[in-house]
């Protein structure tokens, strides 16, 4: 079954401690990015990937880090996660830019 | 730079009414894509259509068609005869620059009432 996953799929932390959440798709799409949900704010980017070893920043890139080591796998990195971080993150692919792209089940995550 | 808007916060419906979620976007290119997601109470984004800046036919799938005008620069989705399942937010979104990254407006939140 094509899909993006995600894990955790919710996570409570405290203020500094690093954490990773992990993004998988099986449909060798080049294009992957992490986004932010928030009340009122819609979707934002995070970053973006559009193929290995290639990523870039989006809207709000600050606090975040995101690697792209493999295809497959583009994991969101905080390494020192702040309250204002608290949010619903999705993870989403497509094959490559300006096609439909595939969602995560989403990551919602609270930072004390 | 690219952007989309969303006017429309919520919309609240009793259930076989039509309705109409306004997309407006903004863009240079004369190239780009547009796109409708769903996100149902359930969390997850379900993409429902893409169209790009040369087709401004619109197309209707069941109860749902799009309106694309590029004269006025919208991409509105209307929903016909709603039914309580089709609660839920719906986000557009724009592709453009050359990059084709794309962007999304706030989300429109529609509720429908039995």
């Known amino acids: 079954e094509a899909q993006v996953t995600q894990n955790p799929r919710y996570l409570i932390t405290v203020t500094g401690k690093k954490l990773t959440v992990t993004c998988s798709q099986n449909m060798n799409h080049e294009y992957m990015s992490w986004y932010r949900q928030d009340p009122g704010l819609g979707l934002r980017q995070i970053y973006y990937?559009?193929?290995?070893?290639?990523?870039d920043k989006g809207d709000v890139p600050e606090g975040y880090k995101v690697s792209r080591k493999e295809k497959r796998n583009f994991p969101l990195i905080l390494e020192s996660p702040s309250p204002n971080q608290t949010s619903l993150y999705f993870c989403?692919?497509?094959?490559?830019?300006?096609?439909?792209?595939?969602f995560g089940p989403g990551t919602r995550l609270t930072v004390l | 730079a690219q952007k989309v808007t969303q006017a429309q916060t919520e919309i609240s419906v009793v259930e076989k009414e039509d309705v109409t979620l306004d997309c407006v976007y903004e863009t240079r290119d004369t190239t780009y894509y547009l796109f409708w997601y769903k996100q149902p109470p359930s969390g997850e984004l379900v993409f429902l259509i893409r169209r790009n800046s040369f087709d401004e036919q619109n197309e209707i799938s069941g109860r749902y068609s799009w309106n694309f005008q590029k004269s006025t620069s919208s991409f509105n989705f209307t929903i016909t005869a709603s039914q309580v399942v089709d609660s839920a937010v719906y986000f557009c979104a724009l592709a453009s620059g050359g990059s084709y990254i794309p962007t999304f407006g706030r989300g429109t939140s529609l509720i429908v009432h039995p």
């Open positions: 990937s559009m193929n290995v070893e290639v990523t």
């Open positions: 989403a692919s497509s094959l490559v830019t300006g096609q439909a792209q595939y």
